[in-house]
């Protein structure tokens, strides 16, 4: 069973930055591809950005330029460095973890971001 936790999320001024950290437990996590999404109010969960073996990452273009996804094998935790962060940046950020090879796909709880005008 992998377990995603998330943390860091919180309110902040457009203009600002925030990171966002997953945390997985088990021992697939280098052999999967973590990604953040996110759902903002009224609308369908989007893809922000994922990252896979051999560090290939794939970013929404919205976020491109702005959002770093980036992962340390070693604590087992991606991490969401977002930076200019805009109003419609706000939604819940949820890390999901994909294991092409088995189908195996797990989420995390989501953690709020809120960026005020």
């Known amino acids: 069973q992998v377990q995603l936790v998330e943390s860091g999320g919180g309110l902040v001024q457009a203009g600002g930055s925030l990171r966002l950290s997953c945390a997985v437990s088990?021992?697939?996590?280098?052999?999967?591809?973590i990604g953040w999404y996110r759902r903002a109010p009224g609308k369908e969960r989007e893809l922000v950005a994922t990252?896979?073996?051999?560090?290939?990452?794939n970013y929404a273009d919205s976020v491109k330029g702005r959002f770093t996804i980036s992962r340390d094998s070693a604590q087992k935790t991606v991490y969401l460095q977002m930076n200019s962060l805009k109003p419609e940046d706000t939604a819940v950020y949820y890390c999901?973890?994909?294991?092409?090879?088995?189908?195996?796909?797990?989420w995390g709880q989501g953690i709020q971001v809120t960026v005020s005008s």
């Open positions: 999901n973890l994909f294991h092409q090879s088995s189908g195996y796909d797990s």
């Open positions: 088990g021992s697939i996590f280098s052999l999967s591809r």
């Open positions: 990252i896979r073996a051999g560090n290939i990452r």
